[in-house]
Each structure stands twice: as C-alpha cells, then as structure tokens.
C-alpha cells in the first residue's frame, strides 16, 4: 500500500519512491515493484528523450485504489492512536488533504494553492469545495507553501498558528495570505471511534 500511495500521483523513479519510503530498503522496494507489477497494478516504462529514464507507474486499475486510499485515511484519522504530529511525505499530505477537506467549509472557495514540499512541488486546485492535487508545478499558484509536509500539516491538522510556523522556520508563504489562512481551516479530524470498555 505505501508503495502504491507514492504512486497515485504519477510516475516515480525507483530513487524518488526510495526517499518518499524512508523506512524500506533497496531490496525490498524492488521485490514490492515486482510483486505489485506481476499482479497488473504497476507497470515500468522508459521516459522519451530526453530524459531516457525508468520510472514505475499505476496502471489504469492500480489508480482505481485512489478512493481505497481515502476510506482508509478517513477511517485510519478515527484511531485514538492517530498522531497527526507524525511524520508525512508529500504525497501522503496531499492524499490527506484530498481527503480531509470539508467541503462544506470550502464552498464557495477556489483558487490555486501550490507546495514546494522538498524536492516535491504540487498544485492543488480547489473549486466550490472540490480539490485536485497535481504534481510538478506550482507555476500560475494564488498562494505557495514551502517547507516540510510535517509543518503544513501541524498547521492544518494540528492548529498551529502559520505565523509560529513561519517564525521557527518551518514554513514559508509566498502570495495570498487570507488563502492561507482560510486554507489551514477546511480540514477537520474526524470523531475518534468508540473504545470498548
């Protein structure tokens, strides 16, 4: 499943998908590639020139997983050992705020939100409560975070206030502030689930 999430994106080389999976080893990686490529939900592929590169790639029915991923999230927020201070790589960022926006606090919203999350850059779209997150470029953003998915996320899921983020360091925002700051709100946890007694 981690393997797949880095995947829902885009294509990935083999590095890229190493540093997004920080606690899996080469060898590993590569056995999962296979096992998820032999079942018919990855595929490998060679970028045209210039690039010339091997990347790994969803398949049509590998991306059918997407909503798998955001039941799951939903359902993994409600644990009571959901920690959202833990680390979280971009792409996990973007696929829990795909997922945790409200839509209801975003209606009426839209605008262009991008992130520089490491090497990573995304934008996310968002129009009358509905979002969409791309990969690559931030290029034509009314707003541009940059800095790491654990401070954007400590903002938007942990109530930090942007303007301490920005103060430690951990953050930074280019562009419409009042977007950022409306942005952080449209994403409330769920009601954590009913422990048995």
Request: aromatic fraction near 8%; charge should be positive; avoid cysteine.
């Amino acid at each position: 499943m981690p393997v797949m999430r880095e995947l829902m994106f885009g294509p990935r080389r083999f590095g890229d998908l190493k540093r997004g999976l920080p606690g899996i080893s080469a060898n590993i990686l590569t056995q999962r590639l296979e096992s998820l490529a032999a079942a018919g939900v990855v595929r490998r592929r060679k970028l045209d020139p210039p690039a010339s590169v091997q990347v790994y790639e969803l398949t049509k029915w590998g991306y059918e997983a997407g909503p798998i991923f955001q039941a799951m999230g939903l359902w993994a927020a409600r644990s009571t050992q959901h920690d959202p201070a833990k680390p979280f790589s971009p792409v996990s960022l973007m696929l829990s705020f795909r997922t945790m926006m409200d839509a209801e606090r975003a209606r009426g919203l839209s605008g262009r939100i991008g992130f520089r999350l490491g090497s990573e850059s995304f934008l996310l779209r968002i129009d009358d409560g509905k979002v969409t997150p791309l990969r690559g470029t931030v290029a034509g953003a009314d707003l541009v975070f940059i800095g790491d998915p654990a401070a954007l996320a400590a903002g938007a899921y942990g109530g930090q206030p942007l303007a301490a983020l920005e103060a430690s360091g951990a953050l930074k925002i280019e562009g419409d502030r009042a977007l950022a700051e409306r942005f952080v709100t449209l994403f409330p946890l769920p009601s954590k689930a009913e422990m048995p007694v």
